[in-house]
């Protein structure tokens, strides 16, 4: 079974839009990633954010975590065509060895 | 630096027969996770090995196993294949010395298994 849960499972929107989708996991954590993966493609790795952390930026993303609800948040600003791809979710959890990654949020922007 | 690297990267079987997939983890790199990704059960974790120890296992048959060599690079098997076995087979490789916890991930580009 999987930790996390992605909300949208799709979004369509405008480029110069932002781009927010939610992430909800079941169990305790110490960190949770955030991914990109082109279609057929091998997962990138976008930002990490420790379960003491509340907040991070890394460029035009923006990722949020609420460990109190279990949640975590990604808004990418001002998207282009090339964000187009799908985002993973991704706990890591304590005492596990192993990283658990939720369904998914495919991401279509048009130009 | 080399990034992962899967082999083969596509492959056709027919259900019955095995197979091995092979991962070139980043230099320095000790350890090895595999996933399993299909259209309807997204990503699922296989295994994961550091220093040639196998440290965690999915919910998979005994069909699915494993092993890591001296030198880091990781093998996945399949035996007895089912038609439910196609899909996208994922190596990601870590530091994997952050205790317990893991950290990034670097993915090779997988292996695509289509089984007829």
Not at chain 2, 86 to 104: K, M, P, Q
């Amino acid at each position: 079974s999987q930790q996390g849960e992605e909300d949208p499972q799709a979004l369509s929107i405008q480029e110069g839009e932002n781009a927010t989708m939610n992430c909800s996991y079941k169990t305790s954590i110490n960190n949770l990633q955030w991914y990109r993966q082109n279609s057929g493609r091998g997962l990138v790795h976008l930002i990490l954010i420790r379960s003491n952390e509340r907040e991070k930026h890394s460029g035009r993303l923006r990722v949020t975590l609420d460990t109190s609800k279990k949640s975590s948040s990604l808004l990418i600003t001002a998207s282009r065509a090339a964000d187009t791809a799908s985002y993973f979710c991704a706990t890591g959890n304590t005492g596990g060895f192993k990283t658990i990654f939720g369904a998914g949020t495919r991401l279509f922007v048009k130009a | 630096k080399a990034g992962v690297t899967q082999t083969p990267r596509y492959l056709i079987k027919t259900r019955g027969q095995q197979v091995t997939l092979s991962c070139s983890p980043i230099s320095g790199h000790r350890s090895v996770s595999w996933y399993q990704q299909t259209p309807g059960q997204g990503l699922q974790f296989l295994f994961e090995y550091f220093s040639e120890t196998q440290r965690n296992k999915g919910n998979f048959p005994g069909r699915f196993s494993g092993r890591q060599f001296s030198n880091s690079r990781s093998e996945m098997n399949v035996s007895t294949l089912e038609l439910g076995d196609s899909a996208l087979y994922l190596c990601a490789s870590s530091r994997g010395d952050g205790g317990a916890a893991t950290g990034e991930l670097f993915f090779g580009e997988g292996s695509r298994l289509t089984v007829l």
